[in-house]
């Protein structure tokens, strides 16, 4: 059975076997073939899906009150995979979009069907044509990344709350200085540290050096001791284990307890997650000065088009730049009077004078 299964919580996703058999290679392609990560396929599994129940039911297949997870895929062949025109596509988009899809979720539902109709194709030969070739969407509307200012980063750090306090400050103290993934910070084994550098796989196992500053080397120092007294590990290299089980934290876990320590700190319901730690990490790195070259090496981006967001975010150099031109001390000059208003001060002045 193919890794990615072996990674899935049960309790969050179905089996990889209720899906057509076609795509079910598809995701041992991306697997074995393209390397793509765990999370990725998983990614690709979910949109497909999603898109063949849609199918169903375009086709008369199922009864419109079937619930979702009652709808029968494995029926379906490559025959009927054929059938699919531009015209579902299409209808299909409208229709995720009707159901309060984002730009940027239908764009990764388009991504998932060209991938696997390209692979149709060109990999296995099994369509003549692909029909969403040609078929794009307007551009996503870029939004700037929401992060922590550093005040509220420190308070942040300031009130953590936690039965196991040493491990959730240093888990805070990495995103906060590392700007690292949630999947990065839950995969870091303890062989992964070398003096003050670690080593991060990243998307699609790509690995990373990132060096530890003073502040992740005292947090982890405080962590590393307080983790030896736990009375059973089962993960022995995973950095982060669960004070209970011993085993590795699991991302959900990751962000629960995240979200317990922004609330602590009346940071809560204001949309940060460990996703805008990151943010965070990137913008006050930038902001100290970080040149985008060595941010992008941080972050661990493929390019750096996408590391240069965050150059829109830093009003303080913004501030200033305006305030370093030579005309910023320009006191306001009054507005000279026209001729007209000269004339007429002048017949005013006259009088005046003869009164």
């Excluded at 943010?279 to 992008?296: E, N, P, S």
């Amino acid at each position: 059975m193919s890794s990615y299964i072996d990674v899935v919580n049960p309790e969050r996703h179905a089996p990889y076997l209720d899906i057509p058999d076609d795509v079910i290679e598809y995701l041992h392609y991306l697997d074995f073939v393209k390397l793509r990560s765990p999370r990725t396929v998983n990614g690709y599994y979910l949109d497909l899906r999603g898109f063949f129940r849609y199918m169903m039911a375009q086709w008369n297949r199922v009864k419109p009150d079937t619930p979702l997870d009652k709808i029968d895929l494995t029926q379906i062949t490559a025959k009927d995979i054929a059938s699919i025109t531009k015209r579902d596509i299409f209808s299909y988009l409208d229709y995720v979009r009707s159901a309060n899809n984002g730009s940027k979720a239908r764009a990764r539902k388009l991504s998932a069907l060209k991938g696997f109709f390209h692979y149709m194709v060109t990999q296995v030969n099994k369509l003549p044509s692909d029909p969403t070739e040609n078929v794009n969407l307007g551009s996503p509307k870029k939004t700037l990344p929401k992060y922590l200012t550093q005040q509220e980063s420190l308070d942040l750090l300031k009130n953590i709350q936690s039965e196991f306090y040493e491990r959730d400050f240093c888990m805070i103290t990495l995103f906060l200085n590392c700007g690292m993934r949630l999947a990065e910070l839950i995969g870091i084994n303890l062989s992964d540290f070398r003096d003050d550098t670690i080593r991060i796989t990243g998307k699609g196992g790509k690995e990373r050096i990132v060096y530890l500053n003073e502040s992740c080397k005292q947090a982890l120092s405080h962590y590393i001791q307080a983790r030896r007294a736990l009375p059973h590990l089962v993960d022995t290299d995973a950095l982060f284990v669960s004070k209970r089980t011993g085993k590795r934290l699991t991302a959900r876990r990751v962000e629960q307890i995240v979200e317990s320590c922004l609330k602590n700190a009346g940071l809560s319901g204001k949309g940060f997650s460990p996703h805008k730690l990151r943010h965070t990490a990137a913008t006050l790195m930038y902001q100290g000065g970080v040149d985008m070259l060595a941010l992008k090496e941080i972050l661990g981006h493929e390019n750096v088009s996408t590391t240069q967001i965050y150059t829109h975010i830093n009003q303080q150099q913004l501030r200033e730049a305006v305030q370093a031109s030579p005309l910023a001390d320009q006191k306001y000059i009054a507005p000279k009077p026209s001729q007209k208003e000269r004339v007429q001060q002048e017949a005013q002045s006259t009088e005046n004078d003869a009164e």
